[in-house]
């Protein structure tokens, strides 16, 4: 037996106890005469005790040698703490050490296995299994854990069935591109990573499954955008014979489920919002709900003055900063300078001051006089005290950059609170979206996306405003989850993969089989799935999904650790036949 207990365990109650711990040496205190050694594990720390009257000499010898992270057994008596530790579990007792049996020396770590360690990102993530060590890590892959089953116990109960789908597999789109696994036994042939389980789902519905879920890991290459992981993990679910409310419902329900479990948070339903109208209130279609500042489009209110830069722009539209009359003139250049960085876009900004006895004054005084500037304050919702601040220009452009700007302020004053939760629907998506590089129509979900009932003959005349039977769950203004009703007839099918630019022949060599099974007898089905690293993070209340993954990779698509992606020698290239195709 390697240990009675562990180093989370003991208190006052064990007091005489005999009991034999194992764990990694956290520190030692050694005062000559006295020794103590914290001893941790997973479960906490254990302060054991040594000292000259109740110690045999080589005992105390081995104790002194003991360095930072060796891997010891001790066997010894609980006694009660002189001076207690009320923050720790165990801080009530010691353990008086008769026996300690060295399991492995170790080198010194790189950085201090601490709360608050002095290691660098790159350091910690190079040696992760040191970094996995202390508590912030630990507990986070201890909450990713909480969540995962929790999930888990709420779908099974629901009656969900677990599938495994296959990892090597035939391009499905979902908007990026494919991780591709060289076939030995089929030259010059390739596997594609699933970027996700969706045909599969689909078609574990026709094979009436019913209600299908799987925690599945998704490979997407894409360029690595900040906080990406090229491999991440999603709750993926599909549900037969259910309409857009069904799916609404049961999503709510487990995201209730887990705030309430998780977070001890009670929430009534959901607001739900139109695509439409999260891109006019909030420029984003993951609009954070947890604070106000709706846009306000002002054209109605500017465009009847001589100022150029209002009547020649598409959109005006401005937002209400709460408090923001207190900004120094130096602040609001500063943000003007923010806006105009090239990551924003913006060509300047408009702004306004609320002042407290009900007058206004703006930047741009010489068009606008106060009866203007008061129709801003009320289409902004801005009371006095506040700043109004207005951009114009481009619709899209527009709403992104003062999107932009609503978040940043946001977090600059407090209001996007971390233990605050606000989920929101966003419903009735267009079904295409137009992409300026390709110039031609994505699917803006993935192609075996409904359109609304009755809107398939739009698309021949007016596809960008077709919309879709899709739907995004957004929580504190991340996308958490996304899905839709599913086309469930092969002809429907066909007319949406030629819509999207596939010839019959492309269409067949790719979703053939899809197609063919649509032939069968396929339910109507719909479905979701969640991104589940950046669940956890939201409801751990942090930022970076990449510390709710126990072995990430880095913003290159790097695992540090293991070195990898790495070459590959010669001689595996020629089995898999990809020596010849690179020289050539
Ligand atoms: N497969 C979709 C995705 O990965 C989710 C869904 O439509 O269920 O975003």
Redesign the pocket.
């Known amino acids: 037996m390697y240990r009675s207990h562990t180093c989370g365990e003991l208190t006052a109650a064990h007091i005489n106890t005999e009991v034999t711990l194992a764990g990694w040496v956290q520190g030692v205190r050694d005062k000559g005469f006295m020794i103590y050694i914290d001893l941790r594990d997973r479960y906490g720390i254990t302060q054991l005790y040594f000292d000259e009257e109740h110690s045999a000499k080589d005992l105390m010898k081995k104790a002194q040698k003991l360095g930072r992270e060796f891997v010891v057994q001790i066997t010894g008596k609980v006694i009660e703490r002189a001076s207690k530790n009320p923050n720790i579990s165990t801080g009530a007792i010691e353990v008086l050490v008769s026996e300690l049996n060295i399991l492995n020396t170790a080198l010194l770590p790189p950085f201090t296995i601490e709360d608050k360690t002095d290691g660098g990102d790159d350091l910690r993530m190079k040696y992760r299994y040191l970094d996995i060590r202390r508590n912030p890590v630990k507990d986070n892959l201890i909450f990713r854990h909480n969540v995962t089953q929790s999930v888990r116990n709420y779908l099974s109960n629901n009656g969900f069935i677990e599938v495994e789908t296959p990892y090597l597999i035939k391009s499905?789109p979902?908007g990026a591109r494919d991780f591709v696994v060289p076939s030995r036994m089929n030259e010059g042939q390739f596997y594609a990573l699933p970027?996700?389980?969706?045909t599969f789902?689909q078609l574990l519905m026709v094979g009436g499954m019913d209600k299908y879920f799987q925690i599945v890991r998704?490979f997407r290459d894409e360029d690595l955008r900040a906080d990406r992981q090229p491999e991440f993990t999603?709750i993926?679910?599909?549900m037969a014979f259910v309409e857009q409310e069904d799916v609404l419902d049961t999503f709510e329900g487990l995201t209730r489920h887990l705030l309430k479990e998780i977070n001890g948070v009670d929430l009534d339903s959901f607001p739900r919002i139109t695509y439409d109208d999260a891109m006019r209130l909030y420029g984003n279609d993951k609009p954070d709900i947890r604070f106000g500042m709706q846009f306000g489009e002002l054209n109605n209110v500017t465009q009847h003055k001589d100022f150029n830069v209002f009547n020649s722009a598409e959109l005006v539209v401005g937002i209400a900063v709460p408090g923001g009359n207190t900004y120094t003139r130096k602040d609001i250049d500063k943000l003007i300078d923010w806006v105009k960085r090239p990551q924003v876009g913006a060509q300047g900004m408009v702004y306004c001051r609320c002042n407290d006895d009900g007058t206004f004054k703006s930047s741009v005084d010489k068009f606008y006089d106060q009866d203007d500037l008061s129709k801003w304050a009320d289409i902004t919702g801005a009371k006095s005290g506040d700043l109004i601040c207005v951009l114009s220009g481009e619709v899209n452009k527009v709403r992104s950059q003062l999107s932009a700007l609503r978040m940043e302020l946001a977090e600059r004053l407090g209001l996007r609170k971390p233990n605050e939760f606000a989920p929101l629907w966003v419903v009735d998506f267009p079904l295409l979206e137009w992409d300026e590089e390709t110039e031609r129509y994505h699917a803006m979900?993935?192609p075996?996306?409904s359109p609304k009932p009755g809107q398939l003959e739009l698309l021949d005349t007016k596809p960008g405003e077709v919309k879709a039977n899709?739907y995004d769950l957004v929580l504190n203004g991340n996308e958490i989850g996304?899905?839709?009703i599913r086309i469930h007839d092969k002809a429907t099918q066909a007319i949406m993969l030629k819509h999207l630019g596939f010839s019959d022949d492309e269409a067949r060599a790719q979703f053939g089989f899809l197609m063919d099974a649509f032939e069968y007898g396929a339910p109507p089905h719909g479905?979701?799935?969640f991104g589940l690293d950046r669940l956890v993070s939201i409801l751990g209340g942090q930022e970076t999904i990449r510390d709710f993954i126990a072995f990430p990779k880095n913003n290159s698509g790097r695992d540090v650790m293991i070195n990898a992606p790495a070459p590959i020698d010669d001689e595996q290239l020629e089995e898999l036949s990809l020596k010849l195709n690179l020289k050539s």
């Open positions: 499905t979902e970027q996700s389980p969706q789902k998704c999603q993926d679910c599909e979900h993935h075996f996306t899709a996304g899905g839709s479905g979701i799935a």
